[in-house]
Each structure stands twice: as C-alpha cells, then as structure tokens.
C-alpha cells in the first residue's frame, strides 16, 4: 500500500515533478501542474480566439494519470482510497478532454485563419497547435476544401472556380466582451486606441481586480498570465 | 429575381437547422449552378462590346457578375452548414450514423463524414503516448464513480471491464461504473436515475 | 439457516461482490429495497434490480440474469418455497431471503450452505425439529434396495432378517406418517412477519447508516403491511412503538428553538392519525364514505346510513358545505377540531377508538404540505396497480419508485388521485355486491364474483386491490346479514383477469372472528381443491391464498373447495 | 455538441447563414446608369433594359456591390424603417416596436448600412444602441422568469438577434434550476439521438394508422 501512500504526497504538493522538456524551467508539483492546466483550460474555454498550446501541461497530467492507473491497479481490491483515486483520475481525464475539444471546435471553426496564424508560431516557442492539433487542422482544412470543390466549385464557372481565403476566412470576434481576473499588476494597459471622438484610454490593472472589456486589448496578457479570464 | 433558387436552399436549409438534417437538395444545387453559367456565358458574350467604353453593357456585366458572386456564397454556404451539421452528429450519434440520417446525405457528403471520423480517431489516437484519449467521452463533469441506470430497452449482454456480464432488459436497473456505461446513456439505451 | 449477525454474514459478505435484487410488486418490498439500494451506494456495491411478480417470474428473471452472479437477495418473496429446489442454482450462488411471508419452506431453513434468511429469530419458533422432517442415516437406501432386488441368491439372505427389516419397515412407515402430520400442521395457516422495509431499516441502524428518508421508508413499509391486512394490529402497534424510538432519536432538534431544523429537509413526527383514507388531500366528506370501518358500521350503502352520516356530521357541528370542500380549504379552527369532535361522538354511533385512529407518522418536506404515511402507501399502491392498458408491470414499478422518491411532489399528487379513482373503485363495487345480493353463503364460506365488463373490473384483476375489495366486502356484508354465523365464515372473491384468455383470479380471506391473528389456511385448501377437480390452477402469486383459474372451471372447482371445507 | 461552445459571429462570417439572409433586405436605389438587358430585374416596366434614374428597390448585397467604388451605378438611399420617421419611434418607446415585422434582422441590417457612408449613418448608429439599450431590459427580465404559457407572446416582437439573447438567458435560468434539483449531473441522451428516436415513433405512429 506505501505506493497509494506516496501518490498522496505527490498530489499534496510537496515533493518536485520536473518536466521532461524544458529542464530550466522550475520544476512543478503534479497540483501545481493541475492548477496550470486547470488555469489554461478556463482561459481556452472563454477567449474567442486560440491560445497558445500548452501541450507540456497535458502530456505531463496524462502521464500522471497513467502513473496513478498503475499503482491503483497494484493495490488491494477492497482499499476505500481506490475508489477516491479513480475519481479523481476521472476528473482530470475530464478537464483534459473538455480542454482538448474546445480546442478543437476552435480549430474547426477558424480552419484557415488558425493555418495561418500558424504559419507565424510555428518556430517560435509558443506554437500555436500542438503537432497532433496541426496535422488534424491540415487534414479536416483539406477535407472541406475537396468537399466544396467537387460538389460545387469544380462545376462553377472558371473565374470564380476557387475560394479565395481572405474573404471566406472565417475570424475570431476578438472584439466581445469577456471576463476577467488580473493576476499580476501591469500598469498602463492601451485600452482604447485614439480615435476621432475618443482620446486615447490607458489603464492601470491592479492584481485581484475583476473587469469586462474587449479581448483585442488584453489578448497578450492572458497568454502571458497576467491575466486569467473567468 | 438573381440568385433567387440559391436563397431557397438557404432558406430551407436555415428552417431545418434545429431540427434534423434536410434531404440534400441535388436539383436545386444544379439549377443554381445552371443559372451562374448562364450569366457567365452572357457575360462572356458581352465582353468584346464592353471595351468600347459602351457603359450601359458593362454595368450589366457588373449586375451579372454580382449575381454569379452571389449565387456562389449561397451555395458553399449551404455545402459548408450542412458539413458543420455532419460534424456535430459524429459527437452526438457516434461513429455509426442511422441509416434513415444517412439517406438525407449525398454520396460525397458520407465520404466526408468517414474522413472525418478517421482524423478523429488519428486525431485521438496520438494525443498522450499510452492509447490515446477519447474524446467523446466524459462529456460531463463526472460527479459519482458508479452510476444508477434504467435500461429504456432490451440491449441484451453487456460487459463490464472486470469481466461481469450484465443483461439489460427492459426496466431493469443496475448499479454500474460511470465510465462503462456513458457512451450508452448517450446513445439513449440506458437513463442515468438521480437518487 | 437463519442468519443471526445481519452485518456479519450477510452484508459484510456482499462487499466487492455483484448483486442481484429480486423484488416482488408490493410497497414493503419497494421500500426494503431502496433502503438497500443507498447502503449499497454508500459502499459502491454493484446490483442489478428486476421486479418480479410472480414465481414463474422469479424463475425467468433468475435464470437470464444469473450468469456470473453469487450472490441473490430476495425481498417479499421465495420464503415460502423451496427456492433451491425451484431454482436449481449452481454451488457457489448465495440465496439472501428477507421475506414476510409465513410459514418458511423448511428445505430453505435447514439448507445451511445455500440459503440464508433475514428474518426475527421468534417468528420461526413453530419450526419444526430437523430429525422429525430428514433421516439421512442409511435406513432410506438401503429399504428401497431390499423391496426391489427379490433375486434367489439373495433371497437367503433377506429372510434372516425378515423380523428386524420388519420392525424397521414399520417405524419408517411411522415416521413418515409423523412427518407428513407435521409438514401439513406446520403449513397448515399461511401468515405474515416483520415486514422487510422493517428488517433492512434495522440493517441500516446496526450499520449506523440510518437516516430520517431511511426511516420514513421503513415506516412506509410497515404501514403498507398494516393497510393490506397482511400484519395484525398488535403486531403493527409493536413495530410502531420500535420506529417510535427511531423517530425521535431522529428528529428531536426541532423541538427547542435554538437549534431549529433547516426548513428543506425531512422532518417526521408520531401522531394520533384519523384513519380515513387521503382525507387531507380530499373532502371529509368523501373521505369518511370511503373509510371502511365507519362505513360499515353506519352501513352507508344504505339511504339510512347516509341519513346518518349526516347526523353525525351535525353533531359534530361540522357544517355540509364545509365537509363537501377541499379538506385544506376548510377554514383552520374547524380542521384542528375534526379529530376532537369524531372522538367525543364516536361512540354514540357504535364506531371505536380503532375504527377511527390509526397510531402513524406523518412528514413534512420543506413547504411542501403534510403527508400521513397511509397517504403514500396508497398512492404507491395505485401506481404499482395502475390501469393504464399500455403500461408494463415493470412500469409501474418504476412509477411507485419515483412516488417513494418524495421528493418529485407533482408525481405524488398524481398517485394520489389514482388512489382515490381505486377506493371509489372498490366502494362502488361493494355497494352493487349488496345491492344485488350477489354475496352467496356456500356452507362453509361466502363466495362472490365481481361480473366481467363492470366498469371498475379493471381495478381487481390486481390481487392487493382484490384484497382490500374482498375484506370490504367481508366487513358490509357482516354488518348486513342477519346470520349469526357469518362472522366465523371466510371468504372467497373471484374477479375477471383478463377477459380474452377467459381466466379469473381468485382470493380466499380468513374470516373476522379470527382477524387478529390474521391466519389464512386457503392456500392448502385451494390445493386440495385443485388436486381433486384436476382443474389447470395457477400458483403464481407469493401468497398461496391467490390464485389464477379458467373462468369456466370455476364453479367446478367451488364444488371441490365446499366439499373439502365441509 | 463542441461547435456550439464558440459562438459563431454573424457579421464577418462568409458562410453563415444569418448574414446572407439580412444581405437579402432590400435598399431603395436609383440607377445613374443604363443598364443593358437587366430590364426583367424591374418587374413594373417591361422594356429590356432599366434606363437612367429607375428609382428600385435592390437587396443590400446587390446595392452595396453596384454602389461600391468607382462604379457608382447606382446612388442608394437608407430604407424607411431606419430613416428620420421611424427613427423618433424608436427613440420615443422601443419596447413597444414589432422589430420581427419590421424586419427580421433590424440590428445585423442596421450594422451593413453602416458601411454605406450614408448621410444620415451616424443617427442610424445611434439609434441602434439606444433602441437595443431600451429593449434589452425587458428581454433579460422576461428570459429570466418567463412562463412557459407566454413564452410565444413575449417573443414575437424580437428580433432574430434579440431571441437568441432571449434563449440564451432561458438557458441559463433552466441550467441554475437544473443544477438547484441535482439534475444538472446527470447524464442524458444526446439531444439530436432523442429527436431523433421521437421522429421515428411519429414516422411509425403515421405508417401504422
């Protein structure tokens, strides 16, 4: 039983999981993990464009997850805290496939737009898709295009027998309305541009306060963390 | 009236949207398709007497041409909804569709629905090393390991992961693990019962 | 074997294992059952649930769910029959029966490997001694060897020892006699125990998982037990005194006022309760029709009876217009009279103190308003009788379970007005019995039939609303018939089944002098009955004083009963 | 069940079907130029072609291309229902207006005549916010305890935009109910499985009678 015994400690965050990827990066406690993952699942969940993959976080929780089958597996049939580790190896498998199929609606909903934007994080170290994500966009962008061909475009008069991408390109509302916490102050937030009427607005978000504004402008701190939408 | 057939497929297909897929309206497609070659054939036509700056030939040719832009994103929108419609029902009904759904489907469109089911398996299949993740599982929060279900109908033998058999027969109830029998409370073969 | 340590050998057992619950169609079993259904859920044990309603059911239901099973619980049913022999179950498979019916098969309580029952050690006492029903020392085999083999060279043998086989033959002869007496003494009267609801509570406590919804079931339980003529009164007044205890250990906190109880959850009170059907949830007026003691003794059926009814109504100071209203829209000082009024005039009306109280519990859940007990095993008996043609047995199984959940008022509301459609069912059908005369003195019993395509029919092709019919029956026509007699004679109540296939069911009830003990010896009767007239007889309820017939041998086979009770 | 999560705008969106059916609404227009051959647009004349200052009605998607540009064909003009007339109707009480008969698509039409640089689209921008300013209260109050009996009355005056704002507050009221009675946990058939198995008893009612 010591094996159930030690996956409770581990899950009482005390003792270090490293990543196996990146080594200099601070290693993390499986719950800090789960916190992280938890955290990027509700950010992915309420922003109207893709985030950044956090593909890290969800290898290590499926790993995790394999590791507590195993030592479930080994202990005595009749142990109470079997029953309490499954459910809660349930919950995380949960919040990994909820993750993973909002992210795929997205993908699905934005095809072309995703490809592209893509294209400019793919070498960067925060891509955009994760390689499984970028082959499924690629095969279901593929997919639809033949389909609309054969049924349809192939039949169309020639000079207006192909779908040009930017017009038919279907793009996230960056623009709605959402929800949000500030983690870390960050002063002088550009939150409204100069305009004709308008001057320019500037913000100051202070660490626990609660807002609703446009994502365009805080776009770039959800992603870093600073922010977490709610 | 331009582009008019093309906004009965619209339409039709906008009425159906809550309800089930509609029969895949091969004839309307046609016709549409019919009527943008026309348009482009008198465009074509009246091309060579354009260039002569005649300006009331060439705001025709802007009209038609309207037309055939029109006539088009009528068209692919009504391919492309329908599409989005057939992805929804592989996470409803599972990777079998009923046939009496599959006979509203044109040819191309089932192909499309088997590719798709294959980029979601791939798709699956390679997310985490060990098997993959489901998916289409867990669709809820999973509140309590085992659940109380009501077998609506006769299902016959069912096996459980730890080798039980259970029959399902119609109005029986039994006590079994969440993740066993989701899939089938989905299907609409079993009632979950809240105690 | 009777089981004496409940957690030890048997729910201890159950842990870890898959289980299947047979549980038969009345509204003990259904709540003994759910009050197993949330221990198991406590301790994540794996069940399956299949009603069955009969013992060719209970066979069926076996036999396709058997696979991989060890252990079988049996609620209300299969006690009073040899369940290993009907069954024929493999080795490893483990038979738990809480049953209410008595007597026990015998081969069930001496079975000390296969069978194991929950039920109260003082209620077997009339079992008789193991040597006086098995001889398994050698003398069976090796008696039949003798007689067959009558070749020559063993015939030397054989004569020497003629004398001592003979003597031996003899006293087998004896002993056989002995036990056949017995078997018959001892199965001679059919009767009830604790009721299951009951015994599962008392699981519950011992396992200290008892809880306020636990207990009201429980009370449910011994309430439907009580409302079916199945357990005596002093017998019900006892298991009311033991839940007495329960209930107050369980709702004492909303007595004082600085622990007030947080108003949405079950709070369960004693009371004196008036023992007239759903009168809550009806008009008095209607109510008190419909009650059978009081109807009975102010013959109501009768244009006199009614005169005075309303007599007594005036008496009372209960005004028409307010009795003949929605018993919740009478104004608030009359109601909390009702009770005090009925008791100050009973008696000048020949009614008792038991004829018009019944010790109960009622509930309260959140705002919902009051429910008696009585109430709910009514409507939990309408649902699992309903009339509804398109509706399964094993429907109305799943409705009555939804109206125990309490919870789901709309659903409760809608039992209780099928209750009230079957009581008007039954009073209806009493009053044309009288008026018609059709209740026939046969001898030793009374016998009537409820004629096919009468419009309550429907109602009694239902063997617990058959009951009620006939102890109503029973009760109007003692209080008409001048006979002195009639009380001591029982009766007999045959009703359509279904009309197409032409078949009937029939029930025996013990007559009222001997009401007490509630003891019905028609199951051996009907079965004598059936040997002697060959008749094809069903014996497919649990009780064996109901039974399935032909419609057209049924006057044959009231011949047969008459000769045999004679 | 995934694609519903994202909500699908409306205004930017090449295949949605909302968008191409408020484009239908149609524009008045007078033409600035001959057009050769189109005379059949124009069903009250029957000459062949639409001659110079032909005042018609054109859907918006063919208004806006005709008008775009340096081509000028045609000069358009804001619809009645936006223009000075209405437009006091609004401002004065707008819970009061039809917009469903007004036209289906008030706000998602209003918004495309924007881009029109009509001369008065700076009023049409307003008074579509204050118009929806003052409906919107009504549409949250009325999502939020409306009664199953008058659902139908309180919705026919909205817009095709408004009732979706409407169900979406339903949803929510029906959700926090659902979660109240622990119903919210449980799992239940997939919605297009349960239509599905309803349609086909009506099928096998309708073929058996």
């Not at chain 2, 077998?151 to 039994?174: M, P, R």
Request: hydrophobic share 40%; net charge negative; aromatic share 8%.
């Amino acid at each position: 039983m010591s094996d159930l015994v030690e996956i409770d400690s581990l899950l009482s965050s005390n003792t270090p999981l490293n990543n196996t990827e990146d080594g200099e990066e601070e290693a993390m406690t499986a719950s800090e993990v789960l916190q992280k993952l938890e955290e990027a699942w509700l950010n992915e969940k309420f922003a109207p464009d893709l985030l950044p993959v956090k593909s890290n976080l969800v290898e290590c929780m499926l790993a995790q997850i394999d590791a507590m089958e195993a030592n479930i597996a080994t202990a005595k049939k009749g142990d109470f805290r079997i029953s309490v580790h499954r459910m809660e190896i349930d919950r995380i498998r949960y919040i990994i496939s909820s993750y993973l199929r909002i992210r795929l609606a997205k993908i699905e909903k934005f095809t072309t737009h995703v490809l592209q934007e893509e294209e400019k994080h793919r070498d960067t170290d925060t891509p955009l898709l994760s390689d499984a994500e970028l082959e499924f966009a690629k095969g279901y962008n593929s997919s639809v295009m033949s389909h609309l061909t054969n049924t349809a475009l192939r039949h169309m008069p020639a000079n207006v027998a192909s779908l040009n991408s930017k017009e038919t390109a279907v793009v996230p509302l960056v623009d709605s309305y959402v929800f949000l916490k500030v983690n870390e102050t960050t002063e002088n937030v550009l939150i409204e541009e100069e305009t004709v009427d308008a001057g320019e607005e500037i913000m100051d978000l202070l660490q626990g306060d609660q807002h609703i504004m446009r994502y365009r402008p805080v776009a770039s701190l959800v992603e870093s963390g600073a922010v977490s939408l709610i | 009236m331009l582009a008019e057939k093309a906004l009965d497929l619209v339409r039709e297909l906008h009425r159906s949207l809550g309800g089930t897929l509609s029969p895949y309206n091969e004839d309307k497609i046609r016709q549409v398709l019919e009527e943008m070659q026309t348009l482009y054939d008198q465009n074509k036509d009246g091309a060579q007497f354009a260039a002569e700056g005649q300006t009331d030939l060439i705001s025709a040719i802007q009209v038609r041409h309207a037309g055939i832009q029109r006539n088009k994103r009528c068209l692919l929108a009504y391919l492309y909804t329908r599409l989005e419609q057939i992805r929804k029902m592989r996470w409803e009904f599972g990777s079998v569709l009923p046939p009496d759904v599959k006979y509203n489907m044109c040819e191309q469109e089932v192909q499309w629905f088997n590719q798709y089911n294959r980029l979601l398996a791939n798709y699956m299949r390679s997310v985490g090393e060990s098997g993959g993740l489901d998916l289409t599982q867990d669709m809820k929060p999973p509140k309590t390991l085992y659940v109380l279900v009501r077998c609506i109908a006769d299902h016959g033998e069912f096996e459980t992961q730890d080798g039980n058999t259970v029959l399902f027969k119609k109005n029986s109830q039994h006590y079994l693990l969440r993740s066993e029998c989701e899939h089938l409370i989905r299907q609409g073969v079993l009632e979950h019962i809240i105690q | 074997m009777l089981i004496k340590d409940f957690r030890r050998d048997f729910y201890d057992v159950l842990q870890h294992q898959r289980v299947l619950v047979l549980v038969a169609f009345d509204v003990d079993a259904l709540c003994a059952c759910k009050i197993l259904q949330y221990l198991f859920q406590c301790d994540q044990v794996l069940y399956t649930i299949v009603p069955v309603d009969g013992l060719q059911e209970l066979e069926h239901a076996f036999l396709e769910n058997a696979e991989g099973i060890r252990h079988v619980i049996l609620i209300n049913c299969g006690a009073a029959v040899d369940i290993v022999e009907m069954l024929q179950p493999e080795d490893h498979v483990r038979f738990y029966i809480c049953d209410s019916h008595r007597p026990v098969d015998v081969h069930n309580f001496y079975n000390a490997v296969q069978v194991k029952l929950l039920m109260r050690e003082d209620e077997l006492s009339s079992m008789p001694a193991y040597d006086d029903l098995f001889r398994d020392d050698g003398e069976d085999e090796s008696e039949e060897s003798d007689s067959e083999n009558d070749d020559p060279e063993t015939g030397y043998k054989r004569k020497r020892f003629d004398d001592e086989s003979i003597i031996r033959r003899q006293d087998r002869r004896r002993w056989n006699e002995s036990r056949v007496k017995t078997l018959f003494d001892y199965s001679k009267f059919t009767s009830y125990g604790t009721s299951a609801a009951l015994m599962m509570f008392e699981l519950a406590w011992k396992l200290s998982k008892d809880t306020n919804s636990l207990l009201w079931l429980a009370i449910v339980g011994v309430t439907d037990q009580f409302v079916h003529y199945r357990t005596p009164r002093d017998k019900y007044m006892e298991d009311i005194m033991s839940l007495q205890s329960h209930v107050s250990r369980h709702n004492q906190r909303g007595a004082d006022d600085e622990n007030i109880m947080s108003v949405n959850c079950l709070r369960v009170s004693f009371e004196e309760e008036l023992y007239l059907p759903l009168y809550r949830h009806w008009k008095l007026f209607d109510s008190i029709c419909h009650s059978m003691p009081i109807a009975c003794k102010l013959r109501l059926w009768s244009l006199k009876g009614q005169k005075r009814l309303h007599e007594f109504l005036a008496e009372m100071g209960l005004p028409l217009t307010q009795c003949k209203q929605q018993y919740s829209a009478m104004d608030t000082a009359m109601r909390s009279e009702v009770k005090v009024k009925i008791l100050e005039y009973m008696n000048k009306y020949g009614l008792e103190i038991q004829d018009v109280i019944i010790p109960s519990f009622t509930m309260q859940y959140g705002y919902k308003h009051l429910l008696c007990a009585t109430d709910f095993v009514y409507a939990a008996a309408a649902a699992l009788e309903s009339v509804d043609r398109l509706r399964l047995p094993t429907d109305n199984f799943l409705a009555a379970t939804e109206i125990l959940q309490r919870c789901v008022s709309r659903k409760i509301e809608a039992g209780l007005e099928s209750a009230k459609l079957q009581l008007r069912g039954v009073v209806n059908q009493v009053q044309s019995f009288l008026d018609m005369h059709q209740i026939i003195s046969a001898g030793p019993f009374l016998y009537v039939c409820v004629q096919e395509g009468t419009a309550d029919s429907r109602f009694f092709s239902h063997p617990q609303c058959l009951l009620r019919l006939a102890r109503y029956t029973l009760q109007a026509h003692c209080s008409v018939s001048r006979n002195k007699r009639v009380r001591s004679l029982p009766l007999v109540l045959g009703a359509p089944l279904s009309i197409e296939e032409g078949r009937s069911i029939m029930v025996g009830i013990p007559p009222l002098d001997t009401d007490d003990e509630r003891k019905n010896f028609f199951g051996k009767a009907f079965e004598q009955a059936a040997e002697s007239t060959n008749t094809v007889v069903r014996f497919n309820s649990f009780d064996s004083h109901i039974i399935e017939m032909k419609t057209e041998d049924r006057s044959k086979f009231f011949d047969a009963l008459i000769s045999i009770l004679q | 069940m995934a694609a519903l999560l994202v909500s699908s705008g409306m205004t930017n969106n090449y295949f949605s079907l909302d968008d191409i059916l408020a484009s239908q609404e149609t524009i008045p227009c007078t033409f600035n130029v001959k057009v050769a051959t189109m005379g059949y647009l124009d069903q009250s004349t029957s000459d062949v072609d639409i001659n110079m200052g032909t005042k018609l009605d054109l859907p918006f998607w063919l208004a806006k291309y005709l008008h775009k540009g340096s081509r000028g064909i045609v000069s358009v003009d804001t619809p009645k229902t936006y223009k000075e007339g209405y437009r006091h109707i609004f401002t004065a009480d707008p819970n009061v207006v039809d917009l469903y008969r007004l036209g289906p698509y008030f706000y998602l039409f209003g918004e495309k005549l924007l881009s029109l640089q009509l001369p008065d689209t700076d009023d049409i921008a307003n008074v579509l916010l204050k118009t929806f300013q003052g409906r919107f209260r009504n549409i949250m109050d009325g999502s939020q305890n409306a009664l199953h009996s008058d659902l139908a009355s309180q919705m026919e005056k909205l817009d095709v935009q408004e009732r979706q704002l409407f169900a979406a507050g339903q949803q929510g009221l029906h959700e926090f109910q659902k979660w109240e009675s622990r119903e919210s946990e449980k799992l239940s058939t997939s919605a297009m499985v349960s239509n599905h198995r309803k349609r086909k008893r009506i099928g096998y009612i309708a073929n058996a009678t």
